[in-house]
C-alpha cells in the first residue's frame, strides 16, 4: 500500500501540469493592439485573459479545464457572433501556436491542437450545408424556414453521430452538449453513457450529466413560478398572468433568428391581443444597456420585459435555470390555468420550432 500511495504521491504534480497550456502567435493587422482569450481554468472558472500583441506577437499561458472550445476576440466591432474578429478553436494542454489576421479570426490557423484538427474535419461535412443556410437567409422564400430546419437538422445528425461513433474523441462532449436541449432525455443519457471518465468529466461532459440530473419542465407541467422586475423596475409575477395566455420569448440581440422572429411574434400578438395572450420578452444581453437599446430599436418596448443577462444564465432564480433555456430563441407557451403548453425552438425537446407554436395558438385560441 506504501508503495501505491508513494507511486500516486509523484503522479500528482503530473496531473496538475497535464492541465497547462502555454499559448503563442503572429498577428498581423494595425488596428487592434490586445486580444482577449476566454476559456475555463482548471478549477471551473470563466477566464478573460487579456494579452497585448508586441511586435506582432503575442503569449499567455494558463491551466485549462481539459479540451475545450475556446473564445478569441480582437477589437470586435458589433456583439454579432458572426463579428470578423471574433474566434473559436479547440485548445488543449500543451504548446498551441496560432497565426492570426485582423477581420479574420474565422480563419485563424492553429498548431498544436490534435482536437482542433479533428474539428476541422468534421467541419469540412457541415460547412457546404452551412453555406447553403446563409444563401437561403439572406434570399428569403415562402419555403425558406423549412429549408433551413432541414439544413439545420442534417448539421445535427452529422455531429451528433460523430459523437456517437466516437465515444473517446474530446470533441465528443462538445457536440453532445451543443445539442443537449433538442434530443429526448434518454437519448442523451444513453450516448453520455458510452463516454469515457475523461470525457464524462469535462467542461461539456459536466454540463451535459447536470441537464440529466435536473427535472426539467415539460409539456402539462405546472409552470415554475418566476418573480423579476420589468423594463419600469416594476414586479412582474407568474401570477400575473393567471387567466391569460403567456408566451415567455427568450431573446438578445445579438442573435440573429431572435431578432428575424421578432415580425412573426408582432403578428401573433396582433392576430390574439384580444384573446388573452399576453407576452413576456426574457433578455440574454450582455448588458443592461444593450437590452434597453434594443428594445427600443425593435419597436417591441409597449410588451412586457426583464432582464437575465449571459452571467446570471445559471442563476438558479432566474427564468432561464427554471425553464431551462439555451439555446435562444426560444419560446414557452403557458394556459390560462399555469400550466405548460409546450416548448418550441431552443426550448422544445422534441423539434418543435416557431410553426409548431403557431399552430398550437390557433388549436387552443381558436
Same mark, same amino acid.
Given at each position: 500500500? @506504501?508503495?501505491?500511495?508513494?507511486?500516486?504521491?509523484?503522479?500528482?504534480?503530473?496531473?496538475?501540469?497535464?492541465?497547462?497550456?502555454?499559448?503563442?502567435?503572429?498577428?498581423?493587422?494595425?488596428?487592434?493592439?490586445?486580444?482577449?482569450?476566454?476559456?475555463?481554468?482548471?478549477?471551473?472558472?470563466?477566464?478573460? #485573459?487579456?494579452?497585448? /500583441?508586441?511586435?506582432? @506577437?503575442?503569449?499567455?499561458?494558463? @491551466?485549462?479545464?481539459?479540451?475545450?472550445?475556446? /473564445?478569441?476576440?480582437?477589437?470586435?466591432?458589433?456583439?454579432?457572433?458572426?463579428?470578423?474578429?471574433?474566434?473559436?478553436?479547440?485548445?488543449?494542454?500543451?504548446?498551441?501556436?496560432?497565426?492570426?489576421?485582423?477581420?479574420?479570426?474565422?480563419?485563424?490557423?492553429?498548431?498544436?491542437?490534435?482536437?482542433?484538427?479533428?474539428? !476541422?474535419?468534421?467541419?469540412?461535412?457541415?460547412?457546404?450545408?452551412?453555406?447553403?443556410?446563409?444563401?437561403?437567409?439572406?434570399?428569403?422564400?415562402?419555403?425558406?424556414?423549412?429549408?433551413? /430546419?432541414?439544413?439545420?437538422?442534417?448539421?445535427?445528425?452529422?455531429?451528433?453521430?460523430?459523437?456517437? #461513433?466516437?465515444?473517446?474523441?474530446?470533441?465528443?462532449?462538445?457536440?453532445?452538449?451543443?445539442?443537449?436541449?433538442?434530443?429526448?432525455?434518454?437519448?442523451?443519457?444513453?450516448?453520455?453513457?458510452?463516454?469515457?471518465?475523461?470525457?464524462?468529466?469535462?467542461?461539456?461532459?459536466?454540463?451535459?450529466?447536470?441537464?440529466?440530473?435536473?427535472?426539467?419542465?415539460?409539456?402539462?407541467?405546472?409552470?415554475?413560478?418566476?418573480?423579476?422586475?420589468?423594463?419600469?423596475?416594476?414586479?412582474?409575477?407568474?401570477?400575473?398572468?393567471?387567466?391569460?395566455?403567456?408566451?415567455?420569448?427568450?431573446?438578445?440581440?445579438?442573435?440573429?433568428?431572435?431578432?428575424?422572429?421578432?415580425?412573426?411574434?408582432?403578428?401573433?400578438?396582433?392576430?390574439?391581443?384580444?384573446?388573452?395572450?399576453?407576452?413576456?420578452?426574457?433578455?440574454?444581453? !450582455?448588458?443592461?444597456?444593450?437590452?434597453?437599446?434594443?428594445?427600443?430599436?425593435?419597436?417591441?418596448?409597449?410588451?412586457?420585459?426583464?432582464?437575465?443577462?449571459?452571467?446570471?444564465?445559471?442563476?438558479?432564480?432566474?427564468?432561464?435555470?427554471?425553464?431551462?433555456?439555451?439555446?435562444?430563441?426560444?419560446?414557452?407557451?403557458?394556459?390560462?390555468?399555469?400550466?405548460?403548453?409546450?416548448?418550441?425552438?431552443?426550448?422544445?425537446?422534441?423539434?418543435?420550432?416557431?410553426?409548431?407554436?403557431?399552430?398550437?395558438?390557433?388549436?387552443? /385560441?381558436?
Amino acid at each position: 500500500m @506504501k508503495t501505491i500511495s508513494f507511486i500516486l504521491f509523484l503522479l500528482l504534480p503530473m496531473i496538475s501540469l497535464s492541465q497547462e497550456f502555454s499559448l503563442s502567435g503572429k498577428f498581423s493587422g494595425e488596428n487592434t493592439s490586445q486580444i482577449v482569450l476566454s476559456y475555463v481554468n482548471n478549477e471551473g472558472d470563466w477566464v478573460s #485573459d487579456t494579452i497585448q /500583441i508586441e511586435d506582432g @506577437k503575442f503569449q499567455t499561458s494558463g @491551466k485549462l479545464k481539459g479540451t475545450q472550445r475556446v /473564445i478569441l476576440a480582437g477589437n470586435t466591432q458589433s456583439k454579432n457572433m458572426q463579428d470578423p474578429n471574433l474566434g473559436y478553436f479547440f485548445m488543449e494542454p500543451g504548446n498551441i501556436e496560432i497565426k492570426l489576421n485582423e477581420n479574420e479570426f474565422k480563419d485563424l490557423i492553429v498548431l498544436g491542437s490534435n482536437s482542433q484538427i479533428e474539428f !476541422k474535419k468534421v467541419e469540412s461535412k457541415t460547412k457546404p450545408i452551412r453555406l447553403e443556410l446563409d444563401s437561403i437567409a439572406n434570399n428569403r422564400s415562402e419555403n425558406s424556414q423549412d429549408l433551413l /430546419i432541414s439544413g439545420n437538422n442534417k448539421i445535427q445528425k452529422i455531429e451528433l453521430n460523430y459523437a456517437i #461513433d466516437n465515444p473517446e474523441s474530446n470533441i465528443s462532449p462538445y457536440f453532445l452538449s451543443y445539442y443537449q436541449r433538442r434530443i429526448p432525455l434518454d437519448s442523451l443519457n444513453s450516448i453520455f453513457n458510452t463516454f469515457s471518465i475523461e470525457n464524462k468529466n469535462s467542461v461539456y461532459g459536466k454540463n451535459i450529466d447536470d441537464l440529466i440530473q435536473k427535472n426539467i419542465a415539460k409539456a402539462k407541467d405546472i409552470a415554475p413560478e418566476f418573480k423579476v422586475k420589468d423594463i419600469n423596475g416594476n414586479s412582474i409575477s407568474l401570477a400575473d398572468y393567471k387567466g391569460k395566455y403567456l408566451l415567455i420569448d427568450f431573446w438578445a440581440d445579438w442573435c440573429k433568428p431572435c431578432i428575424a422572429k421578432f415580425p412573426d411574434v408582432k403578428s401573433l400578438i396582433k392576430k390574439y391581443k384580444d384573446h388573452d395572450l399576453k407576452v413576456l420578452f426574457v433578455s440574454f444581453d !450582455k448588458t443592461k444597456e444593450d437590452w434597453r437599446k434594443s428594445v427600443e430599436n425593435h419597436n417591441i418596448e409597449m410588451w412586457d420585459h426583464t432582464y437575465i443577462g449571459l452571467d446570471n444564465l445559471k442563476d438558479s432564480e432566474s427564468i432561464s435555470y427554471k425553464y431551462d433555456i439555451q439555446p435562444i430563441p426560444a419560446y414557452i407557451l403557458i394556459d390560462k390555468n399555469g400550466e405548460i403548453v409546450d416548448r418550441y425552438e431552443g426550448a422544445s425537446k422534441s423539434d418543435k420550432g416557431f410553426n409548431d407554436l403557431v399552430n398550437k395558438l390557433r388549436e387552443i /385560441i381558436n
